[in-house]
């Protein structure tokens, strides 16, 4: 059996002998013959771990005890990576509608001390700043040209402004978990607009899915209506300044594409909510709101934190991934996963603040997040 200076070959069976040389070995004390059988072990490798005393020569049996079979795990780390990768993208996608949803709680506990208005303002502003601030750091290009300042004031009037004012306007009249489902029904609203502009689908599934989402609407928002002889008190209905922000983030949502022709993603978000927050200023000065007529100063560090949660995670945060990916793949279902914040908002309602859903409302709301769901899942469906 010839063999080389610089290697050896093995030409028996587990079972016999093997003979090297007589020359002292190098240092090493492990030699590792690879055999790979591809057909027989797949995704294995038969590892012969050939034991030896350093600078020793004698003759041994190799025996089976010294035969290790080694998985590669080439494949199955792939596979874990790749669903580490999966739970950490949706759990990105989903931290929005959570933030949102807690938000929702955040900003009822802090409202009736520091006026509707103000917290709408607080929570655009600063977290605007902290988003352009971080965008420059990042050396995202500043919005330029008539084109972009246009589309961004619009963009910033509509889901800045008036989202925010109808928001703040609602959540004074109703409890944050039934108004959640009143914004996030916003979807319904969102498909439509996204058929006819830009051409999505909604097949059969998804238009039963807006007829549930639209009489889950009407069960929620029919009894909450004030009845005074043939006089409904339309504006005195938290539930309908609610639907009034749910159509004006779904503008918002389906705007965001056209924003993004001309602006950066990232600094379109920044700048739309410090300019859509401007307006919530003024009218918080022109309202009197208690923050800002020498009563800022009773909030408590709980009203604090409060109100930097809305802004910090509420705000800057959600606003900026869900954007991020409404320029990226189907408005209709991104948008529809709306359905988990009044999940989100209900459950932190409860807990922190007791509100609870009357028994039609509670159908209402079961029917209409149903109505949500089948228009997100409606093409997997089908």
């Known amino acids: 059996m010839a063999s080389s200076s610089s290697c050896c070959r093995v030409l028996a069976t587990t079972t016999r002998h093997f003979h090297p040389r007589p020359r002292p070995l190098p240092p090493p004390e492990r030699y590792c013959l690879r055999i790979g059988d591809r057909d027989a072990f797949p995704n294995q490798t038969l590892k012969l771990r050939l034991k030896t005393a350093a600078h020793s020569c004698w003759r041994r049996r190799v025996t089976e005890s010294e035969i290790e079979v080694e998985s590669t795990s080439s494949s199955s780390s792939s596979d874990v990576s790749t669903e580490k990768l999966v739970l950490w993208e949706w759990g990105v996608l989903v931290s929005p509608f959570f933030f949102w949803g807690t938000a929702m709680v955040a900003m009822k506990q802090v409202l009736p001390k520091a006026g509707p208005f103000f917290v709408s303002s607080f929570r655009l502003i600063p977290a605007g700043l902290l ?12 919005p330029s040209g008539f084109s972009a300042w246009l589309s961004i004031f619009l963009f910033a009037l509509v889901d800045a402004a008036c989202f925010q004012g109808f928001l703040a306007e609602g959540l004074q009249r109703t409890s944050a978990g039934l108004g959640s489902v009143i914004i996030d029904s916003q979807p319904l609203t969102v498909a439509v607009l996204a058929a ?26 029919v009894p909450a209506l004030s009845v005074d002889g043939s006089n409904f008190s339309l504006w005195g209905s938290g539930e309908w300044w609610m639907l009034l922000a749910a159509q004006s983030m779904a503008v918002g949502t389906v705007m965001i594409r056209w924003v993004t022709k001309y602006s950066d993603p990232v600094m379109a978000t920044g700048w739309h909510m410090v300019i859509g927050g401007l307006p919530l200023v003024l009218i918080s000065i022109l309202n009197h709101d208690p923050a800002l007529s020498g009563s800022f100063n009773e909030l408590t560090s709980s009203d604090l934190l409060a109100l930097l949660y809305t802004s910090i995670f509420g705000s800057a945060i959600s606003y900026s991934v869900f954007f991020y990916y409404a320029t990226r793949g189907s408005l209709t279902k991104l948008s529809s996963l709306t359905f988990l914040t009044p999940m989100f908002a209900s459950i932190f309602g409860f807990l922190y603040l007791g509100e609870t859903l009357s ?3 509670l159908v209402g709301a079961l029917v209409t997040i149903l109505g949500i769901y089948m228009v997100n899942y409606r093409d997997s469906m089908e």
């Open 196 to 221: 006819l502009l830009f051409g999505e689908s909604i097949g059969f599934i998804g238009a039963a899915g807006l007829v549930l989402g639209v009489i889950g609407l009407l069960l929620l928002e």
């Open 359 to 361: 028994p039609l409302q």
């Open 131 to 142: 988003i352009i601030a971080y965008a420059a750091s990042r050396g995202r290009k500043q």
